[in-house]
Every structure is written in C-alpha cells, then in structure tokens.
C-alpha cells in the first residue's frame, strides 16, 4: 500500500512569490492534515479535513495561505505572497475517520530566501 | 500553558540499554489519547506507540512502551535494548476530543536521542 505522498519534496523561492504543495493521502484515509514544523520544534496543525470539509482551520494563516481538497483526495496547501518567517518543512497528513494514528508523508522543506 | 511538554532537548543512550523519554501533558478533557513518533534525520513523522485515557494498561509496541501515569499527566517513552537505528527525534503528541469526533492534536517540542555505540 503506496503511503502519503507529497510533492515538491524541497521548493527554494524568493520572498512574496506564491508556493504550492500537494499532498495524496492513503487511499481510503477520510481525515487530511495539513502541519508545519519549524526547525527545533514538533508539528503545528495548520488546516484538518473531513472529506471535503475544512473542519480546523484556526491555524490558517488566511491573509497568505489557503487551502483546498476539492474531491476530497488529495490536497493543495497554497502560500500566495511568501515572507521569509514561512520556511518550514511542510507535512502533509492522513487517517481514517476517527482513526488513532495519523500516517505522514515525507514533507516539503520550504525555503524562503 | 504548553499542552505538552518534553524537558529533555537531547538524551544519550549506550547500544542495548533501556532510555526514557519524559512527557507530561495538560488537558481538563476526560477523554483524550497520547502518542509518541519518532521523526530520523530523513525528515518522515513515523508512529509508535498510542495510549488512550481510559486504558488501564499500559501501551507496549515491541521495544517500545508507554509508562501512563495519569495522575501526574505524564506518558513517558520508554525504548528497550537501544539500537543505533533509534538515534532519532521523538515527538509526544496529545490528541483531545472523543475518538470519531473533533480531534485537535497537539505535539511537543521534542526530544533528540542519540545512541552510543
């Protein structure tokens, strides 16, 4: 069974250009996670789907970044202009629907120069 | 107040000796789960070990076990016979909310274990 799988594993751009990530989830996995992981520090839960449905966004930062899951599949997380204070590794996560383990993809290492 | 707080920023460990790693926890939700996730140099998250609030047992994954005390709000990592492939980052995790319902889940800060050949 093919795991989570996100692309672009390692994205350098210049401050205020947009970025895209994309996430494929395991096959089957309702839940979508959506983290950011500073150096030094653990995750931190940017936007949850149920499906479709963003059911957490409060970590959002919506005056830059947006999110979507239109088919409820994969995912696009979108950083639209980027500040350098945005380089991160950006992992992207999945479950089944009230699942205990959340499996992660390899994540995108951001850098914002 | 952190939701959850790992105090050890770096722990050795010599090859074949047990190490625990220390994680407390803060939460007034009567059902909630912990987690622990190792994270190696590559970058990946990869799980461990769950325990939820009302199990009685402690968790134990093959090497790995999870000393609950829920008292102290604390869920401790305890990895047997140290292998130099656990040189790694460990992660403590909190999820609050009923399983199958609204789940916020929250990591801690980390904990960087190296072993000593």
């Known amino acids: 069974e093919a795991g989570v799988v996100q692309s672009p594993r390692y994205k350098i751009i210049e401050k205020k250009q947009p970025v895209a990530f994309w996430c494929n989830p395991i096959?089957?996995?309702?839940?979508l996670y959506w983290y950011r992981q500073n150096l030094g520090q653990g995750p931190e839960l940017l936007i949850r789907y149920e499906n479709e449905e963003a059911v957490d966004d409060s970590q959002l930062p919506k005056d830059r970044f947006s999110a979507e899951r239109l088919k409820g599949v994969d995912s696009t997380l979108k950083i639209q202009p980027a500040e350098l204070g945005d380089s991160a590794v950006y992992l992207c996560?999945?479950?089944?629907?009230?699942?205990?383990?959340?499996?992660f993809g390899p994540g995108t290492r951001l850098t914002v120069t | 107040a952190q939701k959850i707080t790992q105090t050890q920023p770096g722990m050795f460990v010599q090859e074949k000796e047990a190490v625990t790693l220390d994680c407390t926890y803060d939460?007034?939700?009567?059902?909630?789960?912990l987690f622990w996730y190792k994270q190696p140099s590559s970058g990946e998250m990869i799980f461990l070990i769950y325990?939820?609030?009302?199990?009685?047992q402690n968790a134990t994954e093959g090497r790995y076990s999870l000393n609950f005390q829920k008292a102290r709000k604390s869920a401790n990592l305890v990895i047997s016979a140290s292998q130099l492939g656990d040189s790694a980052m460990y992660f403590c995790a909190m999820r609050e909310g009923n399983s199958g319902g609204y789940q916020k889940v929250t990591f801690g800060t980390g904990t960087k274990l190296q072993v000593i050949p």
């Open positions: 096959s089957g996995h309702n839940t």
């Open positions: 939460t007034s939700d009567q059902s909630y789960g």
């Open positions: 996560a999945s479950s089944l629907w009230g699942g205990n383990e959340q499996y």
């Open positions: 325990q939820g609030s009302y199990d009685e």
